[in-house]
């Protein structure tokens, strides 16, 4: 019986663990590197099984500001409502094997994230060369 307690009070408590694990979706506040202030707010979400991020909001830029060093079908497309994180898969806790655009500069790096401290962990990298960016969870907008 005390067996049986055991086990049954294990799975309630894994299962309720499980249940707070904090998520990748939603809306995220980017952070630029050098000033420390606000960039955009990029809302990541889930479809056919994948994870994909647009950005949903500008700060300090023009709604219809365009990403003009986009490569492809997003070259002079609108950066709000771009796609900028595509196809990442969970590993984990960790969310991978997909891109991250960065509109700035119209390059496409491997993307990595993941949910550290209530922030999220955004790494962009080619091989060995990476950058991290923490995101913060924006308020509702």
């Known amino acids: 019986m005390k067996n049986l307690f055991?086990?049954?009070?294990?799975?309630?408590?894994?299962v309720g663990v499980q249940a707070q694990s904090p998520s990748i979706l939603g809306k995220w506040k980017t952070i630029d590197d050098n000033t420390g202030e606000a960039k955009s707010i990029v809302e990541i979400f889930e479809r056919d099984g994948k994870v994909y991020g647009k950005i949903v909001k500008l700060f300090n830029k023009s709604d219809n500001e365009l990403c003009l060093e986009c490569k492809g079908d997003k070259k002079n497309k609108p950066i709000v409502g771009l796609e900028i994180i595509e196809g990442l898969t969970a590993d984990g806790k960790v969310y991978e094997g997909g891109t991250?655009?960065?509109?700035?500069?119209?390059?496409e790096y491997d993307c990595k994230i993941w949910v550290e401290d209530g922030k999220l962990m955004v790494r962009g990298y080619?091989?060995?060369?990476?950058?991290?960016?923490?995101?913060?969870?924006?308020?509702?907008i």
């Open 6 to 14: 055991a086990t049954v009070f294990f799975l309630l408590f894994a």
């Open 126 to 140: 080619i091989a060995f060369f990476f950058r991290t960016q923490t995101w913060l969870k924006a308020e509702a």
């Open 100 to 107: 991250i655009l960065d509109p700035a500069n119209g390059k």
